[in-house]
């Protein structure tokens, strides 16, 4: 299975939105809502942002949201803090097995 | 509330096999939909996606790795047992343990904090 292809990076000032993308195929993000994020500090374990395309677990600043178009998923976060400068994983589940992305690191300006 | 915490070798050699516990607490492996997963992460490089068992017992494989994965579950000890054969080099990685809570869900919630395996001879 290949990984599911994200930016390498995006950048952008706080205040701002940035929107980072996942595309897959139809075996894949296009073929479940099963799309999740993760958000990982250096040194730290990833942590759940994003699950079923959209949903947002308990705790989670609403700041985050996610949406999905054919077989690309996208991660958007607005009003960017300082404390959301770190790497961002996507995931999808393939029909018998999960695939991540190749991750994209969000630098705050 | 939930936790995970892997356990294991931190340096094996090359060719030699790899076992990994997860231990969890406060969920049980008998809850229909649940499922724990393993995941890793070379230094520098992105998650991948390793293997997962059902409560069920219902066990997925990464399609590349399938050949050298065997995942196992001990409800009565709360432990996911992971081995992987033939370890080389490039296995070096951080390896982690989540929980995945049902099949709405479909994703890993809590993960545990997560081991470094080296593979050198």
């Known amino acids: 299975q290949s990984a599911l292809t994200q930016p390498r990076s995006v950048s952008g000032s706080p205040g701002q939105s940035v929107t980072i993308s996942c595309t897959g195929t139809?075996?894949?993000?296009?073929?479940?809502?099963?799309v999740s994020w993760y958000q990982q500090h250096p040194g730290k374990a990833p942590k759940l942002m994003i699950y079923?395309?959209?949903k947002r677990p308990s705790g989670v600043p609403d700041r985050f949201s996610g949406s999905k178009s054919g077989n690309t998923a996208s991660l958007t976060i607005s009003g960017l803090q300082a404390e959301d400068e770190a790497d961002y994983y996507c995931?999808?589940?393939?029909?018998?097995?999960?695939?991540f992305g190749g991750g994209t690191k969000l630098i705050v300006l | 509330q939930i936790t995970l915490k892997e356990s294991g070798p931190t340096l094996v050699k090359p060719t030699q096999t790899l076992t990994l516990t997860c231990t969890f607490s406060?969920?049980?492996?008998?809850?229909?939909?649940?499922?724990v997963g393993w995941i890793r992460q070379p230094p520098g490089k992105a998650l991948e996606w390793l293997a997962l068992i059902y409560w069920d017992d219902d066990k997925r494989y990464s399609p590349s790795l399938k050949s050298r994965l065997t995942i196992t579950k001990d409800t009565s000890k709360n432990q996911v047992v992971l081995t992987m054969t033939n370890m080389d080099p490039v296995d070096t990685a951080t390896y982690y343990c989540?929980?995945?809570?049902?099949?709405?869900?479909?994703?890993?919630?809590?993960w545990g904090q997560g081991t470094v395996v080296t593979v050198s001879s």
């Open positions: 995931c999808s589940y393939a029909g018998s097995f999960w695939v």
């Open positions: 989540a929980h995945r809570p049902t099949v709405t869900w479909n994703a890993f919630d809590i």
């Open positions: 139809s075996s894949d993000v296009g073929g479940y809502n099963y």
């Open positions: 079923g395309v959209t």
């Open positions: 406060e969920f049980s492996l008998n809850t229909s939909g649940v499922g």
